[in-house]
């Protein structure tokens, strides 16, 4: 069974601050990694994605993999209150090419 | 707005009710997904389908029916669902099957009395 992992949450942050976001995964085959914004009663949007290990930076936004530890994040530095939503971490094993979605972790960040 | 739209946005029906949800994709995709949101659970999988032909289902009960006449469209038949069956019923597309960038239509809300 494929699984991705993140903590529930909430992560509280004040506003300004950065916001660290985990995800892990249990199959090592795993080729690409996204990051999906949802805000409440909305879809989810595609922020970020990273497929070499190292760091990816766009904007606010920065995706960290490790794939020898079978983890990514997502930093969100000087964090907004209109960053507030919850974050879906999703893995592609390569093999059939399916997205296996995280339960997603809701950030809060307090003005 | 993603290029990829859904309609009904919400949809209220009985068990034996018969019902479709739409998506239209106005991306030029060749890959469509059915995907079933539940509170606090992770997206589930429900369809791919390739180039209008299915590749994938995950177990999904008969009750659920999908169809894809064409690449820009992607339908899911509703026929006498279960309450456990309300969620949100989210539409993605992506450039083709093997490249996962995918973009999601803003949903349907459903509840099934």
């Known amino acids: 069974q494929k699984e991705v992992e993140q903590n529930s949450g909430p992560l509280s942050v004040p506003e300004g601050a950065i916001a660290s976001l985990n995800c892990t995964y249990s199959?090592?085959?795993?080729?690409?990694f996204f990051w999906y914004r949802q805000y409440s009663g909305k879809s989810p949007e595609l922020i970020m994605f990273i497929y070499s290990n190292g760091d990816k930076e766009d904007g606010r936004f920065t995706a960290q993999l490790n794939k020898a530890s079978q983890y990514v994040s997502l930093l969100i530095r000087d964090s907004q209150p209109s960053d507030s939503a919850t974050y879906l971490c999703a893995v592609d094993t390569g093999a059939n090419s399916k997205l296996t979605f995280g339960k997603g972790i809701t950030l809060s960040v307090r003005p | 707005e993603t290029g990829v739209t859904q309609t009904p946005r919400h949809l209220v029906m009985g068990m034996t009710n018969k019902k479709s949800l739409k998506c239209e994709q106005h991306?030029?995709?060749?890959?469509m997904y059915w995907y079933k949101q539940s509170a606090k659970k992770p997206l589930e999988l429900m369809f791919v389908?390739?180039?209008?032909?299915?590749?994938e289902n995950n177990s999904v009960p008969s009750r659920f029916s999908p169809e894809c006449p064409n690449s820009s469209h992607l339908f899911l038949h509703l026929h006498t669902l279960q309450p456990e069956d309300s969620a949100l019923y989210l539409c993605?597309?992506?450039?083709?099957?093997?490249?996962?960038?995918?973009?999601f239509g803003p949903g349907t809300r459903l509840t099934v009395l």
């Open positions: 199959d090592r085959g795993s080729q690409s």
């Open positions: 991306l030029g995709h060749n890959a």
């Open positions: 389908y390739s180039l209008e032909e299915r590749v």
């Open positions: 993605a597309s992506s450039q083709s099957y093997s490249y996962n960038e995918q973009f």
